[in-house]
Structures are given as structure tokens and as C-alpha cells.
């Protein structure tokens, strides 16, 4: 019950109430989910690790952190419970994935809906560029020839219009709520294109083709819809780190190269340019965040503030730049507390050298008898392939988020979440040593913390000198 309550959680927060419950989304259906979701996993709470996990830790200080960052910024109480009520629920996603999704065919399913998402926007969009728009600009007012963006968003809710660097028009793929700009919708494709392999089985290519390459296709289809230019850079990035391994760094390199070309003609950016010249105003958004973060050093200048302090209405377009200029030093250490301990897990499982054979599970022998429950059988194998492919994903995800202010969004959350859910069944297996100690995660997340801006001012620093 608490697993399916969340995966439907899931879907609500992606494609908002009103695309899934319509009208009766005016009755707040999704605060009534999150209660439902919340008290049905409330026994779970008691047998599982996440109390003691250092995440959980990292999203209290986060929620914290978001709450003082206003209050303390803007002096403005009812806007800093507003805020610690928006970042509530993409946290949560972390604690239903450690809680409900602790095995394989669980993961397959979490997998499932995030391609159910994606298929559902990939065919909206694509419906209304064939039908709707086939190649027109957007209709000016004839009174003040000015485009009625209020309009054509209410038209075209899955397409985000704009000119590229040669003044063409491009309509570019988008998702609602969480996804409704069309860079958060390439980044959470490209968080999943890796997790699609956990459908892989050697030796099966008709169903490998089929529940694999097939939905892949559709789902690099969906990231050139979207023209997002940090998509691609993860994309290679990705492809790098999977072919590392079993090519080598050099050919990965190269098979990188070849990816980016291909793509670079088929126009995959839409005209849009990568290049350090086309990313001059995005280097000095990043300078501006630094500058933010100087000025406000400990609570930053408020949670979702970056826009209005920096006078240029625009966002950072880097999460961590954009996370330590709104929540200050004390915001970063805490995502940097969540961000380190998932990594080094993720890596941890991932590893064939760090991963063992393990021992069979044995059931626990009560004082009563019990029916025997069927325990999923997972060998060292099975580990280092969800691990890896968890891996990947957040290798996407943060490569992506050097290129998007999305440090508090719940897909790194539902990441994190399946990270962990993974590094657990291997540990309750013996494959695993336990994690690391609480104190020594902390200090090296205070490092990672200093580190991350550190080389944020330097990338400043050197792009500013290129340009």
C-alpha cells in the first residue's frame, strides 16, 4: 500500500494534480496524498535505516536551512513556512524510496512510472508541434504586436517557444510542475536513460530490444525535443564514465566526440551554440552568485531569492551556485552532506572491488511461527548493475545541474533515495562494509562544501579570461 501510495505520489508531483485528478484537484488531492503516503509509512519507519542515515540528517539541516534563510534574509516569517512547505515534499521523496522500495522489482517499477512521465510529455509535445504549431512563430497581438505569452502557454503547455542565436523560432519540449521547463524535463531523460538497462538480461534480444533500446530511442528522441544543450554535455559525460570501463578512458573519450558531433548535426541544440563565447551570460550569472554568497555568507539571501537579489532576473543556472547563494554556507554544507555519503555509496556499489559474494539471508526465528516470506535473491552481480546504474544517473544529473539551478529538485532526492535503497540490500547481504562513520562523513562533507565553491570561483575565473 505505502509503495503504490508513493509511486502515484510520484507522478502527482511530475505532472501536477490537475493532469492527473482534473477537476478534483481543487480540493488539494495532493496534500491529501501526502498524508495518506505519510501514515502508511509510518510502521515502516520503525524497522528501517534511514534514522540512521546521514542524509537524513542533511535534509532536516536543509529544510532548516531553507526556513532561515528567509527569515533571517528578508525578515519575513510567513514566507519562510511558505518556503519550508515547498521544499518538504521533494525531500520526502528520499525517505518513500529508502522506506517502499528496497528491492529490485521495486526499483524496476520506480523505473517504470519515470518512463510513463517522460512517454506522457514526449507524446503531448510532440502531438502539438505536428498538429499545432508546424513551424509557425507565435501570434502577435495585432493592437500591440507583441506576443500574448498567457496565451500561448495556456495553448501549448508542452512546448516552450523561443528565438535561437540566428532568430528562428524553436519550440522546445517541456513537461508541468516539476518538469515544465524543458531543461528540467532533458535532465530527469537523461537521469533515466541509464536506469533503463535495469530491464537488460544477457542473451535475450528480442525483449532487450524491446524494453531497452526501444523506450532509449524514444527517450533521446524526447532530449533532442528539447534542445537543452546541458543534456547533451551529460549525455557525453555519461557515455565517458559508462565506457570507461570496459573501453577505456581514451576510446570513451573519443566515442564522447563522436556522440557530440553526431548530434551537432543533427541540430540537436536547435541552433543554440556550445561554446564559451554563448555561455558569456551564464558565467556572469555564476559570478553573481559568488558575489551573492560573499555578501550573505552564513543563510544566503533567501530560498528562491536568486532571481531578485541579482537585478538581472535571471537564476544562477548552476545548482550549486544558485544553492549556496540562496541558503548561504550553512544550505551548501547540509547539501553537501546529503550530496557526498549518496555518491560515495553509489560508488561503493558499483564497484566489483568493493562488492562481495555475500551471505544468504537468513529468516529471523520468532516465538511464534510465521509463514515464510520469499526473500529476493540478489548475487554480487546483480548489485554492481543497479549500482552502476544508479551511478550514471547521478552522474547525468549533477553534469546537468553544472547548467541548471535545480539543487532542490525531487529527482536528486528520488536518486539519492534509490542509491541508498540499493546500498541497503547489499549491506543487509554481507556484500557491503558498513557506512561510513557519522562524524567522518560529516567532516568530509564541510570539505566537499568548501570545495564545490572554490572551484566554482576558479571556473569563474578562467571562463571570464576566455571570453
Not at 536506469?195 to 538480461?201: T, V
Not at 552532506?337 to 537468513?362: H, M, N, Q, R, Y
Request: aromatic residues 12%; charged residues 15%; glycine residues 10%.
Amino acid at each position: 500500500m505505502g509503495f503504490a501510495l508513493s509511486i502515484l505520489y510520484f507522478v502527482t508531483n511530475y505532472l501536477t494534480p490537475s493532469a492527473i485528478f482534473g477537476p478534483l484537484a481543487s480540493f488539494r488531492i495532493e496534500l491529501i496524498l501526502a498524508v495518506l503516503v505519510f501514515l502508511v509509512s509510518l510502521p515502516s519507519l520503525r524497522k528501517s535505516f534511514i534514522i540512521r542515515s546521514p542524509q537524513t540528517l542533511a535534509l532536516f539541516g536543509l529544510a532548516t536551512a531553507v526556513f532561515l534563510s528567509i527569515l533571517i534574509g528578508i525578515h519575513w516569517a510567513g514566507g519562510a513556512v511558505s518556503g519550508f512547505l515547498g521544499f518538504i515534499p521533494n525531500a520526502f521523496a528520499y525517505f518513500l524510496v529508502c522506506l517502499h522500495g528496497r528491492s529490485r522489482k521495486r526499483m524496476q517499477i520506480l523505473v517504470l512510472m519515470l518512463l510513463s512521465v517522460c512517454l506522457f510529455v514526449i507524446a503531448r509535445g510532440y502531438s502539438d508541434l505536428l498538429l499545432r504549431v508546424q513551424g509557425s512563430a507565435p501570434a502577435e497581438s495585432v493592437a500591440t504586436e507583441d506576443i500574448n505569452w498567457d496565451l500561448w502557454n495556456a495553448e501549448h503547455p508542452y512546448l516552450f517557444a523561443q528565438r535561437n542565436e540566428a532568430g528562428e523560432w524553436i519550440y522546445r519540449l517541456r513537461g508541468l510542475g516539476e518538469i515544465n521547463d524543458p531543461n528540467d524535463f532533458a535532465q530527469l531523460i537523461v537521469c533515466l536513460i541509464p536506469l533503463m538497462f535495469i530491464f537488460w538480461r544477457a542473451k535475450r534480444l528480442l525483449l532487450n530490444g524491446l524494453f531497452v533500446i526501444l523506450p532509449v530511442g524514444v527517450l533521446l528522441f524526447g532530449a533532442f525535443l528539447t534542445h537543452s544543450r546541458g543534456s547533451l554535455v551529460a549525455i557525453m559525460a555519461m557515455a565517458v564514465v559508462a565506457g570507461r570501463r570496459r573501453i577505456g578512458t581514451l576510446p570513451s573519450l573519443l566515442l564522447a566526440g563522436v556522440l557530440f558531433a553526431a548530434a551537432s548535426a543533427l541540430h540537436f541544440t536547435g541552433g543554440r551554440e556550445i561554446s564559451a563565447d554563448s555561455g558569456a551570460d551564464r558565467t556572469g550569472l555564476w559570478g553573481v552568485g559568488l558575489q551573492l554568497l560573499k555578501s550573505h555568507p552564513v543563510f544566503g539571501v533567501g530560498y528562491g531569492r536568486f532571481v531578485d537579489d541579482c537585478d538581472c532576473g535571471h537564476t544562477a543556472h548552476n545548482s550549486i551556485v544558485v544553492c549556496a547563494a540562496e541558503l548561504g554556507l550553512f544550505g551548501l554544507y547540509f547539501w553537501s552532506l546529503f550530496l557526498f555519503p549518496t555518491v560515495k555509496d553509489a560508488l561503493t556499489i558499483a564497484s566489483p572491488t568493493k562488492v562481495s559474494d555475500g551471505e544468504p539471508i537468513v529468516a529471523e526465528i520468532g516465538l511464534y511461527p510465521q509463514a515464510p516470506k520469499s526473500i529476493e535473491i540478489l548475487d554480487k552481480a546483480e548489485i554492481n548493475h543497479l549500482g552502476r546504474l544508479v551511478l550514471l544517473s547521478l552522474t547525468g544529473f549533477l553534469v546537468a545541474g553544472l547548467f541548471l539551478s535545480r539543487a532542490y529538485v525531487l529527482t536528486l532526492f528520488l536518486l539519492g533515495g534509490m542509491a541508498e535503497a540499493v546500498f541497503e540490500m547489499a549491506l543487509q547481504r554481507g556484500m557491503v562494509a558498513p557506512r561510513m562513520k557519522f562524524l567522518r562523513v560529516m567532516g568530509y562533507s564541510g570539505a566537499l562544501a568548501v570545495a564545490l565553491v572554490v572551484v566554482m570561483y576558479i571556473m569563474v575565473l578562467i571562463l571570464n579570461r576566455m571570453h
